[in-house]
DNA sequence: CGCTTGACCGGAA
DNA sequence: ATTCCGGCCAAGC
């Protein structure tokens, strides 16, 4: 058994797990590549330096070979912004459908439509990573 | 098979 | 807010 083959193997692993997950997204919410690579575990045998490095683009990788019922359109760079290629504009004309809202420099308020994940409880019965609570900020 | 480009991100100027 | 860079992968010529 070639090392090889494993890998094909985890690839699309990988492409069926950010596939699953950006099918959860909600109609009117958007979500980040990088948000979705989180969720997903460092695959056996790859450097995790590594895996945090470009599972994001991985990501990209996966949406750009997305069957047809992945709303592709709601998976957005982490500026908030659509990522500039062919078939921008288009995605910016669903999002807008979808009444999200861009500000004056093209960009979506994350505060406001970001997706807050699938949930810890959904991320474990599927053996994903649980993201960090965020801190609560005692001093407010 | 080698070379180039890319739906990314975080950190540094 | 802008630009550049390292990361050294994946897909398309």
Known sequence: MSDLELRDEQRDDFYQTVWMIA??????AVCTYGQIAG????????????????????????MAASPGDVPWQRVINSQGKISIRDGAARQQALLKAEEIFFD?????????????????????????????????????
């Open 104 to 140: 004056e420099w093209q960009r979506i308020d994350l505060k406001k439509f970001g997706w807050n994940g699938p949930g810890s409880e959904w991320l474990r019965e599927h053996h994903l990573v649980v993201p960090d609570e965020p801190e609560q900020l005692s001093f407010l």
């Open 39 to 62: 969720y997903i575990p460092c695959p056996q045998g790859i450097d995790p330096d590594d895996y945090k490095a470009y599972r994001a683009r991985w990501v990209g990788s996966a």
């Open 23 to 28: 099918r959860m997204i909600p109609k009117g």
